[in-house]
């Protein structure tokens, strides 16, 4: 079976702070995706990374970056001089052939940004 | 350009009753799915389908059918409404790539309540 772990149910920073989302995952696949979504206030699910388990480099997209570590089974999303509109629950999820190629989601982090 | 389109955005059943969550894409994704969203418990897999004429369970398949006549529809039907089917349901579509499934686009959520 595989799991994935937002053991961070809640945040709160202050606007430009940086904020780590971590994403622990199992999985017996050698290849899998991992990926990450936004939920925003108004709830619609937005994609925000895919990466494939051969790929171990960290990625960067603006203010986004991920770091992704094998060794720890680990998929943290780093925010870099929060927004306001940052605000949102982050969701963490897994792809892998073992589950017949369903996408198992974490529990989320509710991560709020106050100005 | 549609994506993923679930109907209807809202519903209010009564215990008992039965009802059907239709869901459309238009993006010849090979894999669709449902997933509920209830506070603190993430999303959860209700059913999935690999392509047409192939369903399968997810985590809650229970009081809940589906099929999969084409590649563009998955419906979810209610067979006989609790109070706790209340909650927010998603459908989601994406292609598969070795076995395993790409980043979900998902439609716009259905909020269901049941008295």
């Known amino acids: 079976a595989q799991k994935v772990t937002q053991a961070q149910t809640e945040i709160s920073v202050v606007e430009k702070e940086d904020v780590t989302l971590d994403c622990v995952y199992e999985t017996r696949d050698t290849t899998y995706y991992l990926f990450w979504y936004k939920q925003p206030p108004s709830g619609e699910l937005v994609f925000l990374i895919r990466r494939n388990s051969f790929d171990e480099q960290n990625e960067i997209s603006g203010r986004y970056s991920w770091n992704f570590q094998k060794s720890t089974s680990s998929f943290n999303f780093t925010i870099t001089a929060s927004q306001v509109v940052d605000s949102a629950v982050y969701f963490c999820?897994?792809?892998?052939?073992?589950?017949?190629?369903?996408?198992?989601f974490g529990e989320g982090t509710q991560l709020t940004v106050n100005p | 350009n549609a994506g993923v389109t679930q109907t209807p955005k809202f519903q209010v059943l009564k215990t008992g009753q039965s009802m059907t969550l239709q869901c459309a894409q238009d993006m010849n994704h090979e894999y669709m799915s449902w997933y509920r969203q209830d506070p603190g418990m993430g999303l959860r897999l209700i059913h999935y389908?690999?392509?047409?004429?192939?369903?399968d369970q997810g985590e809650v398949p229970n009081g809940y059918n589906v099929s999969r006549s084409t590649t563009e529809d998955f419906p979810l039907r209610l067979l006989s409404a609790a109070p706790s089917q209340t909650s927010v349901y998603f459908c989601a579509s994406s292609y598969v790539l070795a076995g395993r499934t790409g980043e979900l686009f998902f439609g716009e959520g259905s909020r269901l309540t049941v008295l």
């Open positions: 999820a897994l792809s892998g052939t073992a589950s017949g190629s369903r996408l198992t």
């Open positions: 389908s690999v392509g047409a004429g192939i369903t």
